[in-house]
């Protein structure tokens, strides 16, 4: 399937480093979200940047048919993904080769599942999330849509993460708690409490800072 990547920044480099392995997915170039025309008709690591998000109808057109959001903002790249699908894209998903994912995981569309990463049995995943380098996802969590789990960070069993939250570099989060809607888990932090909808946790163990 020919495929586009939304998104020519950092994270846009690393899906497509994923994708570089996948047999099923040719990628045909990058959208720029950002709308900066100075780097429109330039390349990245050899995949040209064809323009802004104008170009999406036009694409699909032309028999592109499948899409995937490389953009760190949840909120954000939950919109972006509502709207490649409402023209038509279908929302691929880049799951690195050296990923570790148990068989009785139930995977979402739109996911980034970095190099390293390992998942274990009974895991569920909603659509765009990115779990990011070395992460560690126990039996029994639930990631909602649009969760960024960056990279290290390792969550106990029976974890849910709710929608659009962020868990930073290294956090640990312990067995069976609940990480907010929309809240950010500092880096490194451990978590040992179910933290609310909407809040920054730092420290260890973690405490609310605003």
Not at 75 to 92: P, S
Not at 144 to 166: Q, S, T, Y
Request: net charge neutral; aromatic share 4%; glycine share 12%.
């Amino acid at each position: 399937m020919r495929v586009i990547i939304l998104g020519a920044g950092e994270q846009g480099r690393v899906v497509l480093n994923i994708l570089t392995y996948d047999r099923e997915h040719l990628v045909i170039g990058f959208i720029d979200v950002c709308n900066n025309p100075q780097i429109w008709k330039t390349q990245v690591k050899g995949i040209e940047v064809l323009g802004g998000l104008s170009l999406l109808p036009q694409l699909y057109k032309n028999k592109v048919e499948g899409a995937i959001v490389a953009f760190g903002n949840n909120k954000r790249r939950v919109e972006l993904a509502a709207d490649v699908k409402r023209i038509g894209y279908l929302l691929i998903n880049a799951i690195a080769p050296s990923a570790v994912i148990s068989k009785c995981v139930t995977l979402g569309e739109g996911i980034v599942i970095c190099p390293n990463v390992s998942i274990n049995p009974d895991v569920k995943i909603g659509d765009n999330v990115i779990i990011n380098t070395g992460a560690i996802v126990e039996h029994d969590c639930i990631i909602e849509d649009g969760v960024h789990i960056a990279p290290g960070v390792r969550l106990a069993g029976g974890v849910k993460v709710k929608k659009n939250a962020f868990v930073g570099i290294g956090a640990t989060i312990i067995d069976d708690l609940i990480i907010g809607e929309n809240s950010i888990i500092g880096a490194g932090a451990v978590i040992i409490r179910d933290v609310p909808d909407n809040v920054k946790v730092v420290g260890v163990p973690g405490r609310i800072i605003n």
